[in-house]
């Protein structure tokens, strides 16, 4: 018996059915993706850590999240953070590359793993001492500095360098690691709070903190302890000739094939450029001109 003969007139038309449900079903399934994607359009998806403080909270008021969620009505789309308790340091590699989220918030224009916005604010590498000590200098080589004896920095940050070339790195080694309760930093990342270093230099355990001035601005403000904040004003040269540099223009990052979302982000940040310095001002941080 052939096939062909064994088909009956109800069996075409079953099959007819059946055909036309697979079709109805592929039309459900297109239109639920066209209504995703119009979600995700809608959405501006933050890669936001919840260490990273004063940066970024859990509650979303750190002054990237507030920055953040500036563009993102900028843009027409709502804010939404995409937080993670590992250290703003993988946000890149474990969120934004594997599309968990979209843009990282303050990376440093040209970072070469991602595509950058335009610079949306520059700054640098401050000084923090207390105001009566008289501290006024700017450049870090200066005698005023050098001749100071504890200082509390951030590790895996040219402050650290710094400490080497004046010759205080060795003699302020068993004080830096007190300020991670002495744990290694062997195959971890261990890094030291902003505020903890605010708070060295407020009650007199450290006579200079030297960090990047987003990081401790805050701080420096809220402190009952008068402290002076002071921008470093030289780069720190090196043997060969390229200098690590104390100021940086600060910008968005997002996947590198996505140059329609950072050309939107990039129009967003001319419209809000007026919002975003008040927040930035608030914030205490002392503002350079961007490509500076």
């Not at 909270?57 to 002054?63: L, M």
């Not at 916005?117 to 207390?130: A, E, H, N, Q």
Request: glycine share 6%; hydrophobic share 40%; charged share 30%.
């Amino acid at each position: 018996m052939s096939l062909s003969k064994a088909v009956s007139p109800l069996a075409l038309i079953a099959a007819g059915i059946v055909t036309a449900g697979v079709s109805f079903s592929g039309l459900a399934g297109a239109a639920t993706d066209a209504v995703d994607k119009e979600g995700a359009a809608k959405e501006l998806r933050i890669c936001a850590s919840n260490a990273e403080a004063p940066f970024s909270e859990k509650d979303s008021t750190g002054f990237e999240d507030r920055i953040a969620t500036v563009l993102a009505d900028a843009m027409g789309r709502k804010p939404v953070f995409v937080r993670t308790d590992r250290p703003g340091i993988y946000l890149v590699r474990d969120q934004l590359d594997k599309k968990n989220c979209d843009v990282v918030m303050g990376v440093d224009a040209g970072d070469e793993r991602v595509l950058t916005s335009r610079p949306y604010y520059r700054t640098g590498y401050v000084l923090v001492t207390k105001q009566d000590r008289g501290i006024t200098a700017s450049r870090w080589d200066d005698e005023q500095v050098k001749d100071q004896s504890r200082f509390a920095v951030r590790f895996y940050s040219p402050a650290e360098t710094l400490l080497k070339r004046i010759g205080r790195f060795e003699d302020n080694a068993a004080y830096m690691y007190s300020l991670v309760d002495f744990k290694s930093r062997r195959n971890q990342w261990i890094q030291v709070p902003g505020d903890r270093l605010v708070g060295e230099v407020a009650r007199g355990d450290a006579d200079v903190a030297v960090a990047f001035a987003p990081e401790v601005a805050r701080y420096v403000k809220e402190s009952r302890t008068p402290l002076r904040m002071t921008l470093i004003s030289n780069d720190i040269d090196q043997p060969d000739g390229t200098p690590i540099p104390m100021q940086y223009d600060q910008a968005i990052g997002v996947r590198r094939e996505d140059a329609a979302l950072r050309a939107e982000l990039d129009r967003a940040l001319e419209t809000s450029r007026t919002e975003i310095e008040k927040i930035l001002t608030e914030e205490g941080i002392p503002l350079l001109k961007p490509n500076s």
